[in-house]
C-alpha cells in the first residue's frame, strides 16, 4: 500500500479535481473533516438526551432514501450501516448543497421496539451525501434491524448481523457469494432469490457496475435495459451510474437482507486496467484523474469502513475477517497493484513475458499479506475471497494449442505459484478460493502442480456465475467438453446466471450452485444445477448433486473467447464514438 498520504492532502486533491462548483473550499474542508470526526460526538449527544432534525432543518421536499439502505463489513462487536440520501439519483443527486444529518437507529427487533443504539451522521455533499455510520458495541453473533431518518422521512428497514466472536467454536456458516451484474444485459432476478435465503453474509467479488454507454456491451441474448448517459469518466458520471444500478428493486432487496462484504474487479474504473494502466485509448494523466473518481465513487456507494475511504489515487480495499475459527476470509484486490497485462492482454500461450518471476497480481505489500495471515492461521478453512480465476485453465483448441486468460491468475504464474508452494510447505488442505469475473459457474481442485494430478491437494476453487453479465446463457457451451477434459483439476462448468451458496461446517465446504433459465425477462425461478463438496481429503471436490434447470437452454454456440469478443465490440463503439465527437 502506499496510503501514507494524509486525508487533508486527499481532501485538498479531491477539492482541485473533482469538487463540483459551488462549495467554496473553506467550508468544504470543514464540513470534510467533519465527516471524518464528527461521528463518536454526535453518537454521545444522542446518547445523552436526543437529537432532533425537523422537516424544516433538513429541508428536503422529496423522499431521500431512494436508493434504499445496505450493512457491510461486519465484526463481533460492529458494523457498518449504508445509505446515502438522493432525491434524484440519477441526475447527481438532486441534494441540496450543503451538509444534512441523517440519524440512524439500530434494534433487535423489526419493529425498533427494543432500540439498542441510535446516532447521527452527517453527510456532505463532497462524499454525495452518503452516510457511512459504523456501529460499535454490539454482541457477536447477532441479528439486528436498521433505519435512517431526515426529517420526517423514514428509511426502508435493513436487517444485518455480527460475526461470532474472534476465536469461538462455530459450528457452521452459510453466505452467498455474487460478481458482475451489468445492468443492461438482464433483471436481477438472481438478487429477488438471494434475498430470501437464510444467509449469514453475502461477499460480492466485482463488477458491481460497468462503465459503458448505452448498448456498447452487448449480451448475446440482447440487452434489455439501458445505461443512462455515456461511457462514465467523471465523478459525476461515476455517481450516476452506482445510483442507476442501485436503483434496482432487487438489488436493494438483496442489500437490505443481509450484511455484504464487497471487492472491485475492474469495470467498477474501466476493462481491464491495470494499476494505473488504462486499457487503451486514453492518456495516463486522464486516466489516473478517471481512477480517482470511480475509486471516490465505489466508496460512496459502498458499506465500507472509513479505513477505506479514498486517500489520493489509492483506497485500502484488501481486508480480513474471521468468522470465529471456522473461516479466516481474505478479501484481496487483484486491480490497483498489479503489473500490465503480458502478451497484449490476449488470450495466449504462457510466454517469457507472462512467466516473469517479477509480475505481481497483488503487488508485495499484499502478496506479503495473505502469506502473513496464511501462516499464522488456526482456522478451519482460509478463504481468498477475490475476483480472477486462480486454477489454471487452458482454453486452447487442444492441450498442444494452449490458450490462457492474461488477466487472470494465469497471466500471473509466478504469483499464484509463490502462493501455491507456500501453501504446500505449510501442508495445507483447507484453502478455498471464491472467484468472479469469468461469468460462469466452474469447480476445480487447487493442487500444488497442476501439471501433476498427483501432486498435493491444496483446496478447491469455486468460481460464481454473473448475477446477469453475458445474457441468458446456457447450461454449457460449445467448448465446454473440450475444456473439461483438457484441465483435468476442473471438475464442474455452468453458464447460467445466478449465485454461489455456500454452507461450511469445520470439515466440510459445500458450494450450492444457484441459478436462474433467464434473465431477459423478469420472474425466472431459481434452483440448484449442481452441488459440490470439498472435505480436506486428495480426492478433492465431490458432486453432490445434479439437475436440469427448468426452461433452461441446454447448449450455445459460444465459446470461452466470445467474453472477450464482446468487450473489444464495446471498445471499438467507444473509440468510433470518441472520433466521432473529436470531430465535431
Ligand atoms: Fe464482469
Not at 300 to 323: A, N
Not at 471 to 485: E, F, M, S
Request: a negative charge; glycine letters at 8%.
Amino acid at each position: 500500500m502506499t496510503n501514507d498520504r494524509s486525508i487533508e492532502n486527499w481532501i485538498q486533491k479531491l477539492n482541485e479535481e473533482t469538487l463540483h462548483k459551488g462549495v467554496d473550499r473553506r467550508s468544504f474542508l470543514q464540513g470534510a473533516g467533519k465527516v471524518a470526526g464528527i461521528s463518536l460526538g454526535m453518537v454521545m449527544a444522542q446518547s445523552m438526551g436526543g437529537f432532533s432534525v425537523s422537516a424544516e432543518e433538513a429541508g428536503l421536499e422529496d423522499y431521500p432514501f431512494l436508493l434504499g439502505v445496505a450493512s457491510g463489513d461486519p465484526l463481533p462487536d460492529s458494523v457498518v450501516l449504508w445509505t446515502r440520501l438522493a432525491t434524484d439519483p440519477l441526475n447527481g443527486g438532486g441534494m441540496p448543497d450543503r451538509n444534512i444529518p441523517v440519524k440512524w437507529e439500530i434494534a433487535k427487533d423489526e419493529h425498533f421496539r427494543h432500540i439498542v443504539q441510535r446516532g447521527t451522521e452527517v453527510t456532505s455533499p463532497a462524499l454525495a451525501h452518503s452516510v457511512h455510520a459504523e456501529v460499535g458495541n454490539l454482541e457477536a453473533g447477532t441479528v439486528y434491524y436498521y433505519r435512517f431518518k431526515v426529517g420526517k422521512d423514514v428509511s426502508p428497514i435493513g436487517k444485518t448481523k455480527t460475526l461470532p466472536s474472534l476465536n469461538a467454536d462455530v459450528a457452521s456458516l452459510t453466505f452467498a457469494f455474487a460478481s458482475c451484474q451489468q445492468y443492461e444485459h438482464g433483471y436481477y432476478t438472481a438478487y429477488k432469490h438471494m434475498a430470501k435465503e437464510d444467509l449469514d453474509l453475502v461477499f460480492h467479488l466485482g463488477d458491481y457496475i460497468y462503465e459503458y454507454g448505452p448498448d456498447e456491451y452487448v449480451a448475446s441474448t440482447g440487452n434489455v435495459r439501458h445505461h443512462k448517459g455515456p461511457e462514465i469518466r467523471s465523478l459525476e458520471d461515476y455517481r450516476n451510474r452506482h445510483a442507476q444500478y442501485r436503483s434496482d428493486a432487487d438489488l436493494q432487496a438483496a442489500h437490505a437482507a443481509f450484511p455484504w462484504v464487497v471487492t472491485w474487479d475492474d469495470h467498477e474504473v474501466e476493462n481491464n486496467y491495470a494499476d494505473m494502466i488504462p486499457e487503451k485509448g486514453q492518456s495516463v494523466e486522464e486516466f489516473v484523474q478517471r481512477r480517482v473518481a470511480a475509486y471516490q465513487a465505489y466508496y460512496e456507494h459502498m458499506p465500507l469502513r472509513r479505513s477505506s475511504m479514498p486517500h489520493g489515487v489509492d483506497m485500502q480495499l484488501y481486508r480480513q475477517f474471521s468468522y470465529g475459527n471456522l473461516a479466516n476470509f481474505m478479501v484481496l484486490d487483484s486491480r490497483q497493484y498489479r503489473s500490465d497485462q503480458a502478451n497484449g492482454d490476449k488470450s495466449s500461450p504462457q510466454t517469457e513475458e507472462s512467466l516473469h518471476p517479477s509480475r505481481t497480481l497483488l503487488g508485495g505489500e499484499q502478496e506479503q499479506w495473505v502469506l502473513d495471515h496464511l501462516g499464522t492461521s488456526n482456522s478451519s478453512w482460509n478463504v481468498l475471497a477475490q475476483q480472477i480465476f486462480f486454477a489454471k485453465r487452458n482454453y486452447g483448441p487442444s492441450p498442444d494449442q494452449p490458450r490462457y486468460s492474461m488477466d487472470g491468475w494465469d497471466g500471473y504464474t509466478p504469483a499464484r505459484e509463490r502462493i501455491t508452494e507456500f501453501a504446500r510447505n505449510e501442508n495445507m488442505d483447507n484453502l478455498i478460493v471464491l472467484t468472479g469475473d469469468v461469468h460462469a459457474n466452474w469447480a476445480s481442485n487447487i493442487l500444488a502442480d497442476f501439471d501433476d494430478p498427483s501432486s498435493h491437494m491444496l483446496g478447491a476453487e469455486f468460481v460464481g456465475t454473473s448475477i446477469t453479465s453475458g445474457g441468458n446463457g446456457a447450461d454449457k457451451r460449445a467448448d465446454t467438453d473440450r475444456i473439461l477434459a483438457q484441465n483435468e483439476h476442473i471438475k464442474f462448468f455452468n453458464d447460467y446466471r445466478g449465485y454461489v451458496r455456500c454452507h461450511v461446517t469445520p470439515n466440510e465446504w459445500r458450494a450450492d450452485y444457484r441459478v436462474v433459465p433467464f434473465v431477459s425477462s423478469p420472474g425466472a425461478d431459481i434452483s440448484t444445477r449442481a452441488s459440490f463438496v470439498y472435505g480436506k481429503d486428495s480426492d478433492g471436490l465431490k458432486e453432490v448433486s445434479t439437475a436440469t434447470v427448468p426452461q433452461g437452454k441446454q447448449t450455445s454456440s459460444e465459446v470461452e473467447d466470445d467474453r472477450h469478443e464482446a468487450h473489444n465490440r464495446a471498445h471499438k463503439k467507444q473509440a468510433q464514438k470518441g472520433k466521432h465527437m473529436q470531430m465535431n
